[in-house]
């Protein structure tokens, strides 16, 4: 069974930084891409960033293009998304996602990934 677990959420400071994780079950590490989403209250959940099985590759929205990193650590399935220079517009629940196969780049849509995590709330105060 495919399961992921995200934590690390909490509340932070505007400029400040925050890194959040996702620890997936073995059957689900095999699995090509990982991907972060987040939801704001009355928005649509929306992506964030994405890694290919090797790390190699990533592709991030632009909004958070040059402040959050995502990575992951294939020996302790996990994957991270470190936040830095948070604005009060990141505030969100951030939810781990999980695809098999494709590329990073190719792939943006809450319908294209199947497995998902139940979310870690982030919240930045101006």
């Known amino acids: 069974q495919v399961q992921l677990v995200e934590s690390g959420g909490g509340l932070v400071q505007a400029g400040g930084s925050l890194k959040i994780s996702c620890a997936a079950s073995?059957?689900?590490?095999?699995?090509?891409?990982m991907a972060w989403f987040r939801q704001a209250p009355g928005n649509e959940r929306e992506f964030v960033a994405a890694?290919?099985?090797?790390?190699?590759?990533?592709n991030y929205a632009d909004s958070v293009k040059g402040r959050f990193t995502i990575s992951r650590d294939n020996a302790e399935n996990t994957v991270y998304l470190q936040m830095n220079s948070l604005k009060p517009e990141d505030t969100a629940i951030y939810y781990c996602a999980a695809r098999g196969a494709g590329g990073v780049y190719s792939y943006t849509a809450p319908r294209e990934f199947a497995y998902w995590g139940q979310g870690t709330s982030v919240t930045v105060s101006s």
């Open positions: 890694i290919s099985k090797s790390g190699s590759d990533t």
């Open positions: 073995r059957r689900a590490f095999s699995i090509n891409i």
